[in-house]
């Protein structure tokens, strides 16, 4: 009987001692289990973190460039309504400035003036020769030839009416031909245009040069 309860203390402790390192050995098992979850957490949570924020990138990214696109769109449509304004006001502008040569026209003074112009534009430019000038048929021949003699005695000069001349003068010599009538004044269309441009944003109290 004795013997038989050494036996059992030494079983009982034998397996107390067992359950001991099996109870330590699953606790042990647990922790690592613990931390493997929590690092793979950890990682887990960095990873959605950093798929949020290439997420985000993107999306900022993709709406950055719907502005840029969106700000192109508009600055060519600005630009657009601009060059359809602009085209508007030269129209007005050369339509104006046609009835304000025509005005002018009427006037004896102009009249003389532009003759002078032109003359002298011609003697600088054209060699001496046979010209030979028309003018408006609703302008007198004797005024024409009168507006005409400052051109002096080197130059043969000939004048004759032209029905298709509103006003104005225009001068041939050979193959070149000085156009001083509304409709050649108003054929130097880029430096008129500019100019018209120029005026009209002046007046509209705009920069010169424009968008």
Known sequence: MEFESIVDVQLRAMLDGIEQDLAQRREAMLEEARREAHSRLRESRRQARQ??????????????DSLRRARAALAARLRHKQQELDREQLQHGERELRDALAARWQDAAARREWAEVLLQDALERLPRERWLVTYPATLAASEAQALLAAAGPDVVLESEPDADLEAGFRLH???ACIDMSIAGLLAQSEE??????????????????GP
């Open 173 to 175: 010599c050979a193959e």
């Open 192 to 209: 008129i245009a500019g100019e018209l441009l120029a005026e009209i944003r002046r007046q509209q109290g705009q920069p010169e040069d």
């Open 51 to 64: 798929r949020m924020s290439a997420a985000v990138t993107e999306a900022r990214e993709q709406w950055y």
